[in-house]
């Protein structure tokens, strides 16, 4: 027999473990970078493209779906000759900006850290693991 109690446990301990799937959005470098460059607004794919250094078209389109999907982003088509379409940064993926923007900001802070340690490390005579 079951009780509310026990059929809401297998929720309880899923719930970490969904998290993960969060995660995933949240690590992707490109993903974070595209909702950094949407926070100032909607911009066209090829804007995107111009914006993020290093992406490639394949992989802004897979991010851009895959961020719509999750309910990041918003994709408007507008019937004009070409067509025009623009992503925007939902209410969600706002909060999103709002809570990675200090990752963000660590980062590009630290990027001269990270190289000069990273340098020192590839220049020990032995970096092999014990």
């Not at 804007?47 to 779906?65: C, W, Y």
């Not at 019937?79 to 963000?104: C, D, F, I």
């Given at each position: 027999?079951?009780?509310?109690?026990?059929?809401?446990?297998?929720?309880?301990?899923?719930?970490?473990?969904?998290?993960?799937?969060?995660?995933?959005?949240?690590?992707?470098?490109?993903?974070?970078?595209?909702?950094r460059n949407l926070?100032?607004?909607?911009?066209?794919?090829?804007?995107?493209?111009?914006?993020?250094?290093?992406?490639?078209?394949?992989?802004?389109?897979?991010?851009?779906?895959?961020?719509?999907?999750?309910?990041?982003?918003?994709?408007?088509?507008?019937?004009?000759?070409?067509?025009?379409?623009?992503?925007?940064?939902?209410?969600?993926?706002?909060?999103?900006?709002?809570?990675?923007?200090?990752?963000?900001?660590?980062?590009?802070?630290?990027?001269?850290?990270?190289?000069?340690?990273?340098?020192?490390?590839?220049?020990?005579?032995?970096?092999?693991?014990?």
């Amino acid at each position: 027999m079951t009780t509310p109690d026990s059929e809401s446990r297998p929720t309880q301990q899923q719930e970490p473990c969904r998290t993960r799937e969060v995660l995933d959005i949240v690590g992707d470098k490109w993903s974070l970078l595209v909702v950094r460059n949407l926070s100032q607004g909607p911009l066209r794919f090829t804007e995107l493209k111009r914006a993020i250094d290093g992406i490639s078209q394949r992989m802004l389109t897979v991010t851009l779906r895959s961020l719509e999907r999750d309910g990041i982003l918003t994709r408007t088509v507008r019937n004009v000759m070409p067509p025009h379409v623009s992503y925007e940064l939902t209410p969600m993926g706002k909060t999103l900006r709002q809570a990675t923007a200090p990752l963000l900001e660590w980062s590009i802070t630290h990027l001269t850290h990270i190289d000069a340690a990273r340098a020192t490390y590839d220049a020990r005579p032995d970096t092999s693991p014990a």
